[in-house]
T-cell receptor
């Protein structure tokens, strides 16, 4: 069964600190997709990144970087030089839905989220 | 582009009442979906659609109906509201035809059932 664990419920840092949000997943499939979403205090959900199981390259986007390690079933998210605007709840999600025609139902499993507070 | 819009933003219902949550998108996405978010939990998929006239159930479909008559609109109907349906509801659309593609979310509807 699919499962996403975000063990850090809340993290508090001071501005300019680096912070890593952990995500550990479980799936029996060899083909799957991992996501990170941000939910700021205003409540909307913002897509950050999508990664498929065949692409283990780390990704960097500005101050954000992602470390995907299949050996440890982890997809961790690091914010470098954090800013107050990074304060939000961050969700990691997993989907191993089969391709159309192979049966099964759509399923996107979210972790419970990590609340990040960046203090000035 | 307005993206994904949802109405209303807030709603209070009494047990047994019915209502429709509206969702529209102007990105010409074929895939649309509804999620609910409960405190301390992530999001759970209720229903989804891969195009006009095609809908299917997600993880938690009981108590909800959907229809998709146009590409733009994907309303969610609560047939007989129950306190267990108190939640924040998010509509999303996607440029792909599977949940394995990134989702673009609306602002959410906060529903309270008393």
């Amino acid at each position: 069964a699919q499962k996403v664990t975000q063990a850090q419920t809340e993290i508090s840092v001071v501005e300019k600190e680096d912070v890593t949000l952990d995500c550990v997943y479980e799936t029996r499939d060899t083909t799957y997709y991992l996501f990170w979403y941000k939910q700021p205090p205003s409540g909307e959900l913002v897509f950050l990144i999508r990664r498929n199981s065949f692409d283990e390259q780390n990704e960097i986007s500005g101050r954000y970087s992602w470390n995907f390690q299949k050996s440890t079933s982890s997809f961790n998210f690091t914010i470098t030089a954090s800013q107050v605007v990074d304060s939000a709840v961050y969700f990691c999600a997993l989907s191993d839905s089969p391709w159309a025609g192979q049966g099964g139902s759509e399923k996107l499993v979210f972790g419970k989220g990590t609340k990040l507070t960046v203090n000035p | 582009n307005a993206g994904v819009t949802q109405t209303p933003k807030f709603q209070v219902l009494k047990t047994g009442q019915s209502m429709t949550l509206q969702c529209a998108q102007d990105m010409n996405h074929e895939y649309m979906s509804w999620y609910r978010q409960d405190p301390g939990m992530g999001l759970r998929l209720i229903h989804y659609s891969v195009g006009a006239g095609i809908t299917d159930q997600g993880e938690v479909p009981n108590g909800y109906n959907v229809s998709r008559s146009t590409t733009e609109d994907f309303p969610l109907r609560l047939l007989s509201a129950a306190p267990s349906q108190t939640s924040v509801y998010f509509c999303a659309s996607s440029p792909g035809l599977r949940v394995t593609y990134e989702q673009y979310f609306g602002p959410g509807t906060r529903l309270t059932v008393t």
